[in-house]
């Protein structure tokens, strides 16, 4: 199991830019698929986007297409979700996820939450109107 560590969350006004990190612990990582999920009280985690161990694919939620784009770096066990063009609607708190249904494609299942196996604490993002 690898240890996942979130930052970069904080409030920023709609239309604004956020770069969330994930900072993992372990020489494992790079084996690893990780992803973004997100979640707002009372509701299940939503799946944002995810990208394979060697970051040669990657998938995202057809509502932040686009706007979101996320990325790694091995060699400095780290991940980012570079969020552009906010909306209120993406209020939520942003969990990292690692350990997920991917080799050098992710199957079909990989938005479920279930799936992954690892996962950080999360940050907070508000987007204010």
């Known amino acids: 199991q690898v240890q996942l560590v979130e930052s970069g969350g904080g409030l920023v006004q709609a239309g604004g830019s956020l770069r969330l990190s994930c900072v993992a612990s372990g020489r494992t990582f790079k084996y690893y698929a990780m992803a973004w999920f997100r979640q707002v009280p009372g509701h299940e985690r939503e799946f944002v986007a995810a990208?394979?161990?060697?970051?040669?694919?990657?998938y995202y939620a057809d509502s932040v297409k686009g706007r979101f784009t996320i990325s790694r770096d091995n060699a400095q066990n780290t991940g980012n979700l570079q969020m552009n063009s906010l909306d209120p609607e993406d209020t939520a708190r942003y969990y990292c996820a690692a350990d997920g249904p991917c080799a050098q494609y992710c199957t079909e299942t990989y938005s479920s939450a279930r799936e992954w196996g690892s996962w950080g604490q999360g940050t907070q993002v508000t987007v204010s109107s």
């Open positions: 990208i394979t161990a060697s970051g040669g694919a990657t």
